[in-house]
Nanobody
Framework: QVQLVESGGALVQPGGSLRLSCAAS????????MGWYRQAPGKERELVAS???????NYADSVKGRFTISRDNAINTVYLQMNSLKPEDTAVYYC???????????WGQGTQVTVSS
């Protein structure tokens, strides 16, 4: 069974940086694209960034140029480097594995990112 464990969230000031990690198990990690999602209070969950099995990346317009997704297939982990954080980046961040654009795993507990002065 797919398991996804996110970590690295914190309270950070505007303009700050964070690096999120997501450890995956129960899948052959290198065979799957991976995505980072976020859900802010009162809003739907949205895709923030994705990385293919060939490490081709895509980003939501709202984070382009500020966030970087990467993966380490040797340790079944996907990362999200977040720079120049803004208050509107405040959300619970989740990762998931993707197959044909659809998530395949149950959602993990997520990791809270709060951007506030």
């Amino acid at each position: 069974q797919v398991q996804l464990v996110e970590s690295g969230g914190a309270l950070v000031q505007p303009g700050g940086s964070l690096r999120l990690s997501c450890a995956a198990s129960g899948i052959i990690f290198r065979f799957y694209a991976m995505g980072w999602y976020r859900q802010a209070p009162g809003k739907e969950r949205e895709l923030v960034a994705s990385i293919s099995t060939y490490s081709i990346t895509n980003y939501a317009d709202s984070v382009k140029g500020r966030f970087t997704i990467s993966r380490d297939n040797a340790i079944n982990t996907v990362y999200l480097q977040m720079n120049s954080l803004k208050p509107e980046d405040t959300a619970v961040y989740y990762c998931n594995a993707l197959s044909r654009g659809e998530v395949i795993g149950p959602w993990g507990q997520g990791t809270q990112v709060t951007v506030s002065s």
